[in-house]
């Protein structure tokens, strides 16, 4: 189960890695990995989440790119790394944690996934920098505080998305909280959009961890997703 590591562009961040199961792939799981957009956090928190996924039949591609240098960097980066994916499936769900939420769910609006999977999602980006997450995050990654000009930036303000968000989220959660996921699936659902909150028992990072009753239950969710 070892990956596969493909560049999609000339930076060194802009990378990601491709597993494969035996025998044809039910789906493609987009990993995203959070952390808040900072430099310091990479790909190695997507990870763990790779054997249980290639186990259960599908290929995961987890990506990595530019933190740090700026919003823009960091959307081009995504949306270039889903265009990239080298293998076809009628099932393509992006699955980001934290910030990496985000970033999926944002990118579900450009084509090229059929799902997402929020995993604790920071999901408005205005509420998120008005309870100071992550020690000004927003701020740092747009470079200014969010405004109007952020609407196609800020996954509640870009609803209804044209695929179904599935939002899991820890109840005791005090680094992203639940009520980001709340207010993102009330938004989606009254501009006529689908999308389901599951809260569950645990912190922030539960819904990653791979030993979980969160993670039991998101891999049930895929396995529906792709007919059993």
């Known amino acids: 189960m070892s990956p596969g590591r493909h560049s999609y562009g000339d930076d060194p961040a802009q990378y990601a890695e491709l597993t494969l199961p035996d025998g044809e792939p039910r789906g493609v799981a987009v990993l995203v990995h959070g952390g808040f957009w900072k430099p310091e956090y990479g790909i190695e928190y997507a990870r763990p989440l790779v054997p249980s996924l290639v186990g259960r039949g599908w290929a995961t591609?987890?990506?990595?790119?530019?933190?740090?240098?700026g919003a823009a960097d960091t959307l081009a980066d995504v949306r270039a790394a889903i265009d990239a994916l080298p293998v076809g499936a009628g099932?393509?769900?992006?699955?980001?944690?934290?910030a990496g939420g985000h970033l999926a769910t944002w990118a579900a609006a450009g084509g090229g996934l059929t799902h997402v999977v929020s995993q604790a999602g920071v999901l408005d980006l205005r509420a998120a920098y008005d309870d100071g997450l992550g020690g000004g995050a927003v701020e740092r990654f747009l470079g200014r505080p969010p405004g109007p000009a952020d609407a196609g930036v800020d996954p509640v303000r870009m609803v209804p998305l044209g695929v179904p968000v599935w939002c899991v989220h820890g109840r005791d959660d005090d680094t992203v909280p639940v009520s980001q996921s709340r207010a993102y699936v009330e938004a989606a659902r009254a501009a006529g959009g689908?999308?389901?909150l599951v809260e569950v028992e645990g912190d922030h990072f539960v819904v990653v961890d791979p030993d979980s009753d969160a993670w039991a239950r998101t891999l049930a969710h895929l396995a529906g997703l792709s007919g059993g």
């Open 194 to 196: 689908a999308a389901e």
């Open 61 to 69: 591609w987890a990506i990595e790119y530019r933190r740090g240098t």
């Open 91 to 98: 099932v393509v769900v992006g699955i980001g944690h934290s």
